[in-house]
């Protein structure tokens, strides 16, 4: 079954300034970022680093195709707490995270900038987007442990190691992604699959059965400006 976690408050605004009843509602990027952010429990002081790093991302996105969403309201609601609202779902003790097919740096630079006890590897296949992975890392003093690689992930003959976390933001299907990044996570780590649609809990098991993975969690959720459905999947290595 899947769940909903009561964590970011569901917002019908689209960033602009509402009243309801004789109250000004604040429906500013920031102000919805900073409300996320509290809602999720986290310090709302991370608004500042999260915004320069939006803001850092649609500059780029100016000259490098890195994302289709290009308005700052919808970069802080699916992206931002997209990435933040699947953060619970990373284990305690867990230090090292591989995100393969980061495209922007979703959800590791995120998680980094949330997570200082985080040390992120963030794996794309496209020079232009590793080149602004890196520039973020340094612009927002992430460098010592935020990394961009420029890599082709094929799960056999690469030197990327085994990692406590391997986790993807929609790079691909349910079970090709396992049967990727069962090559990468250590005995006793975790496989996190981010993804839009619910995908066949049929086809998830026997995808997992066959990486050698077993099914650790799962949890349906809503975006809190769009109201879009967004799922993770947590799968652990046993051995």
Known sequence: MWTTRPGLVRLTCRGVETRKGNVAVDNSPDAVLKKGLETAGLPVALAGPLSAYAALLLKWNERVNLTAITRPIEVVDKHLLDSLAVLPEVPTGAHRVLDLGAGAGLPGIPWAIVRPDLDVTLVDAVQKKVAFIKAAAASLGLAGRVHGLHHRATGQGDTLGTWDVV????????????????????????????????????????????????????????????????????????T
């Open 167 to 238: 986790v993807s933001r929609a790079f691909m299907d349910v079970e090709p992604w396992l049967a990727l990044a069962r090559h990468y996570v250590r005995p006793g780590g975790v496989v996190m699959a981010m993804v839009g649609q619910a995908p066949d809990p049929a086809l998830v098991a026997s995808a997992a059965a066959a990486a050698g993975l077993s099914l650790r969690s799962q949890r349906r959720f809503e975006l809190p400006v769009s109201g879009d459905g967004r799922g993770v999947f947590v799968f652990e290595r046993s």
